[in-house]
């Protein structure tokens, strides 16, 4: 039986600087997986080339069965490969509502996005009240929100989320995580890269390690908790 | 108070200083001439409101053509400067279509069916010119540095150009007159020429229909999104590539209505027609803000009123001869003036978006 998402044997270059070296991982539906690193381990890179914004020089990414390497990017979000870009990226010159529709843009029912978008609001009443302001006024927590929402408007079988906790307050991690558990068990499969070691491997099964492009640790989160080097290097342990 | 006067003078450098004098000079020139010209009398309302009425007609034409600058480089951060020669393309290639509606009298027995065929080819034309600009020209060049496509924007307008005159010829063609627009309808004791109503009747009903486009459709706002962030947009499921190509589309079918409208007020089409109201549309587009849509059809319009009624109101009380003749560089020394004032254009700084 093959996991939903499978990534086999993948190396992506920036020009002649090597990225990823050999990366294999994969998700099986319905699972929290986490990918954690250090500043430049090569994270992004990871998720970028599941989304087919950056094209592996060698290796496969299957996702139920289909080769996404073949795929443009817009082509793998109407699959349901939809990611939650680093530092949200939201489109600050657009109102909170047009924002969630260009989440939707893969979808051409009507119904099905006003839907999404009862589902989106009612998972964050905040971007209700502020549906008519420009993302660019938002908060950094509210605009988490949006980028998670507008991620949600594609109807995702995959999420993959990219340091959704990044250069958020404490409250408002723990309200992301929230989310993130509550949409697990809405049955949402989700690939979390976190610096965050921490609280990334409190809601994930299992995780990856990643380091100067390389996966060194695979292993469940619990095993990944107790691991020697993971306590002194991800959770600050001594 | 000593201590903020002296942080003051650190940050003001002597290039500040003259600029702000010269500045100065053109704006006290300005209120001068304009006080002698009212002092002197010469113009009564009527001259001022066939100014106002003939800078809104050449404004609403700017305007349109401004859009295409302006979307473009939303898009992809780059000025086309062949998007003049998409705005002559169109209405000399409509040329053909209405001299034949001319000549077999078609055009005054069926003046309307007639207009709305010589829009189509036209705008159908500019566009198509566009589009392919775009991806024969541009998406090759799509990962280059800046300055590439930009030298390739000014080839490909040379291009257009020789094209052009190739297939056409390279004389001026009369543009034919439609027979139900000439003469004047009478507003009170105001008059106005039929064609100058026509064209910005016209021309305001194209600025909203695009500007309805833009706000409240998907691919418009898909096409915002592009502008503010290709990468978040790939990752939104929109396809980038398809937006660039409509995003040239659009504005090459307003620079083929607007090319339209221009040969209609000015009776006559040529290969170089496209030049100068490119480079006025640019400065509109500048005024504006470039990437501000509202900001292009306000810099349009503001231009040609400037235009307009600028020669006659600054330059008349200060004694200069033949005043009209210095309209191009009126609007010149204003597309520099905000260059050097306010790079963001009159509408200021866009929406600055929160990194938070
Ligand atoms: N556009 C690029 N061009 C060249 N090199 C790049 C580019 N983007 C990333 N890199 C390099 O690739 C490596 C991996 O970067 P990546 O952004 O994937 O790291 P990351 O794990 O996401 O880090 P962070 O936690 O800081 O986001 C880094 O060494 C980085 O410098
Ligand atoms: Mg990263």
Redesign the interface.
């Known amino acids: 039986m093959m996991a939903m998402l499978e990534i086999q044997h993948v190396h992506t270059y920036y020009g002649n600087i090597h990225a990823l070296k050999d990366i294999s991982l994969n998700i099986d539906k319905g699972e929290i997986v986490t990918l954690i690193g250090a500043n430049g381990a090569g994270k992004s890179t990871t998720l970028k080339t599941i ?3 950056l094209r592996p020089r060698h290796g496969t990414i299957q996702f139920e069965g289909e080769d996404l390497t073949r795929y ?3 082509e793998i ?2 699959k349901g490969v ?2 939650v ?1 680093e ?1 949200r ?6 109102t909170v509502t ?1 924002n969630l ?3 939707a ?2 979808i051409t029912d009507r119904q099905v996005i006003s839907k999404n978008l009862e589902r989106v609001f009612a998972l964050f009443p905040r971007l209700k009240e502020r549906r008519h302001q ?1 993302a ?5 927590g509210e ?1 988490q929100m949006l980028a998670t929402g ?2 949600l408007m ?1 109807n995702p079988r995959v999420l993959l989320m990219d340091e959704p906790s990044m ?1 958020l307050a404490p409250v408002l991690v723990d309200n992301i995580f929230d989310t993130i558990r509550q949409l697990h068990a809405d049955g949402t499969t989700i690939l979390l890269v976190e610096q965050n070691a921490r609280i990334a491997l409190q809601v994930a099964s299992r995780g990856y390690v990643l380091q100067s492009g390389v996966i060194l640790l695979n292993d469940t989160a619990e095993n990944l908790r107790m691991n020697e080097m993971v306590r002194k290097a991800y959770l600050g342990e001594s | 108070m000593l201590k903020k006067w002296r942080r003051l003078k650190e940050r003001i450098t002597p290039t500040d200083i003259v600029m702000w004098v010269i500045g100065g000079a053109i704006l006290a020139l300005i209120i001068w001439g304009s006080t002698a010209t009212i002092a002197a009398g010469r113009y009564n309302s009527h001259h001022w409101f066939d100014f106002v009425i003939f800078g809104l007609a050449q404004g609403s034409i700017y305007a349109l053509i401004a859009m295409g600058y302006t979307l473009v480089y939303g898009v992809l951060r780059m000025i086309n400067f062949a998007h003049s020669e998409v705005f002559m393309s169109g209405p000399y290639t409509a040329y053909f279509v209405a001299a034949a509606f001319y000549r077999s009298d078609f055009l005054d027995q069926h003046p309307f069916i007639s207009l709305l065929v010589i829009f189509l080819v036209a705008m159908i034309t500019s566009a198509g010119i566009a589009f392919l600009l775009e991806r024969i020209a541009y998406r090759p060049l799509r990962a280059a540095p800046r300055l590439i496509p930009l030298i390739t924007a000014i080839g490909a307008s040379f291009f257009l150009q020789y094209v052009f005159r190739g297939l056409y010829g390279s004389g001026f063609q009369a543009y034919p007159v439609v027979k139900i627009f000439e003469g004047e309808w009478a507003f009170g004791e105001f008059r106005i020429l039929r064609f100058h109503a026509l064209v910005i009747v016209a021309a305001a009903l194209l600025l909203a229909a695009l500007y309805s486009f833009i706000q409240r459709t ?1 691919i418009g ?2 096409i ?2 592009v502008s ?2 290709k ?10 590539d398809k937006m660039i190509s409509t995003t040239f589309v659009i504005g090459g079918l307003a620079a083929g209505a607007a090319g339209v409208l221009y040969a209609l007020m000015f009776k006559q089409v040529h290969f170089f027609m496209g030049f100068i109201p490119g480079i006025k549309a640019f400065t509109a587009a500048v005024l504006g803000g470039i990437g501000n849509i509202p900001g292009a059809m306000l810099g349009g319009i503001f231009l040609g009123l400037i235009e307009s009624v600028g020669p006659s109101l600054f330059l008349d009380g200060l004694g200069i001869i033949a005043p009209y003749q210095l309209k191009d560089a009126i609007a010149f020394t204003m597309l520099v003036l905000v260059l050097i004032f306010r790079p963001t254009g009159i509408l200021g700084e ?7």
């Open positions: 989304s087919g914004l443009l990017p817009h979000v109407a939809v990611q870009p530092g990226r939201v489109f600050g010159r657009l047009e529709e260009m989440g843009f893969a420009v660019g006024t938002l908060s950094g605009q507008r991620a594609a250069g | 998907r706002k898909a915002r999104a503010e962030d990468e978040a947009s790939y990752m939104m499921g929109i396809d980038v866009r929406l600055a978006v929160k990194k938070a």
